[in-house]
């Protein structure tokens, strides 16, 4: 039977906070709607049918994005047939494809090379599938694809526009770099850039007398961002409905609206080391240190008492596999006397993590909660 509140459930596992998901998922849908366009999210941050289908609810979106073939398999089987894989296909990756398109899902790929377009196609031809495929081009330097300026766009379009089992969806773009922006005027600035070089790659592609209807972009902090989307199609962002520390760091959110935390137990108390120990490690984690180039580190994550209530001077300051490290951080991150009278065996806290979508792939279900209350054991997948 489901446990009725916290403390019947056993530590550690992954808590969702509803009014916050909802709030989450409201924001973002409003806002770009507003700018006349829709969104594809990113399902890879919970990887869960249930949410999925609240951030559909909430509207203005089309589609869905994945990271994983196991996503495409899994979300097409309960009902979501209009898939983006967002990572750059591989010839090992074909025959799963193959199987994903015989059974009926409208499924797109990504690539960024003219070899990677010759691959596919070849594969394609051979096997008697047609392939949608959407070039990526890279707006800010971070990461995977093609230069939108560059003369490799166009011959990649060509190929793919010409061969006969291969069809060009459009141009796709991730502005990662909107990770490294810290102000409201340096995330508008690269959300501009990121979209003004995409309907820059769709027009050159178009200006060959090539279709490009697809015009994709997304990342959390510049779908926020930008005031414009004319040109664009759709916008992709995932870690919007949880959002973490990161996304907090960036001021993108406040602490108050991450939705997504670990349910620990306090199993220990070290009172010559000033710390306290749960039973959440990196494996409930994750070793994700994202905060750490921020101007503010949270560590592993900033602890919350059950009740989700923020303790402002503890983090999980280091981890081992089993166990998480909770200490305290005062005034210029000076350590100061941990409050050892604040907390028994057995209390429970929420450590909010530095990256939901890390995080949230250690389980493999969560708990929809509001408050205290636990409202429904949700399942979710991991692994590729």
């Not at 909430?58 to 996503?71: D, P, Q």
């Not at 939108?148 to 770099?177: C, F």
């Not at 790659?201 to 972009?217: K, L, M, T, W």
């Not at 919350?304 to 200490?327: K, P, R, Y």
Request: hydrophobic residues 40%; aromatic residues 6%; glycine residues 8%.
């Amino acid at each position: 039977m489901l446990p009725t509140d916290l403390s019947r459930l056993s530590t550690p596992c992954l808590l969702i906070e509803q009014s916050k998901l909802q709030q989450n998922i409201a924001r973002l849908s409003t806002h770009i709607g507003g700018l006349a366009c829709v969104l594809r999210p990113h399902v890879k941050t919970h990887k869960s049918v249930d949410i999925t289908r609240e951030i559909v609810k909430g509207g203005n979106t089309r589609g869905i994005t994945v990271s994983t073939l196991k996503e495409a398999h899994h979300f097409f089987q309960q009902g979501f047939d209009d898939i983006l894989y967002a990572v750059g296909i591989v010839p090992n990756k074909f025959a799963e494809v193959k199987s994903l398109l015989e059974q009926g899902c409208n499924l797109s790929l990504i690539l960024d090379s003219l070899s990677a377009a010759e691959l596919l196609a070849d594969y394609a031809q051979n096997n008697g599938i047609i392939v949608q495929v959407l070039i990526e081009i890279d707006v800010d330097n971070h990461r995977a694809g093609v230069n939108p300026k560059s003369d490799v766009l166009l011959q990649i379009a060509r190929y793919l526009n010409l061969h006969t089992h291969t069809e060009l969806r459009g141009v796709m773009t991730h502005a990662g770099g909107s990770y490294e922006c810290f102000d409201k005027a340096s995330q508008l600035k690269l959300a501009r850039q990121e979209r003004d070089l995409s309907v820059l790659a769709a027009a050159r592609i178009r200006e060959q007398n090539i279709e490009c209807p697809v015009v994709s972009i997304g990342s959390t902090p510049t779908a926020f961002a930008i005031d414009d989307l004319s040109g664009i199609t759709e916008v992709r962002a995932g870690v919007y409905v949880l959002f973490d520390l990161v996304m907090a760091g960036l001021g993108v959110c406040t602490i108050d609206d991450i939705a997504v935390s670990v349910l620990g137990s306090i199993i220990g108390f070290q009172h010559n080391k000033n710390i306290a120990l749960s039973d959440a490690g990196w494996m409930a984690m994750s070793r994700d240190r994202g905060t750490a180039e921020q101007p503010i580190d949270q560590a592993y994550g900033v602890i919350c008492n059950q009740q989700g209530v923020v303790f402002n001077d503890l983090i999980m300051q280091s981890a081992n596999q089993e166990h998480g490290i909770i200490g305290t951080r005062g005034p210029n991150n000076v350590q100061k006397e941990f409050p050892f009278d604040r907390f028994q065996i057995g209390d429970l806290v929420r450590i909010l993590p530095n990256h939901a979508c890390a995080t949230a792939a250690q389980f493999n279900h969560f708990y929809l909660v509001d408050g205290e209350r636990v409202l429904a054991s949700l399942p979710s997948i991991s692994g590729w």
